[in-house]
């Protein structure tokens, strides 16, 4: 992006010579947009994981300190 903004302020480049890096700019631009929504993406599913572990665990906690609560196991355990 230095470079780009060099050569466009650049006293001897001309007016068509701008345009060049003008569309290098906003190639670099869309891409780190795209990169940058990609990971945003990626981490509002994390999120969402995230908020129905959170769920889960509260549902479970409210359950365990329930009066006349039953002991509460992890799934796929048995009682011994």
């Known amino acids: 992006m230095a470079e ?3 050569v466009y302020h650049d006293e001897e480049t001309t007016r068509a010579g701008r345009q060049q890096p003008v569309r290098e700019s906003l190639e670099l631009q869309r891409d780190l947009r795209a990169s940058v929504e990609a990971k ?3 981490i509002e599913g ?5 908020d129905a572990r959170i769920t889960r665990t509260r549902a479970l906690l409210k359950q365990m300190a329930a009066p006349g609560a039953a002991t509460v196991r992890p799934a796929g355990r048995k009682a011994r």
């Open 4 to 6: 780009i903004k060099r």
């Open 40 to 42: 945003q993406l990626g």
């Open 46 to 50: 994390f999120l969402a994981d995230l």
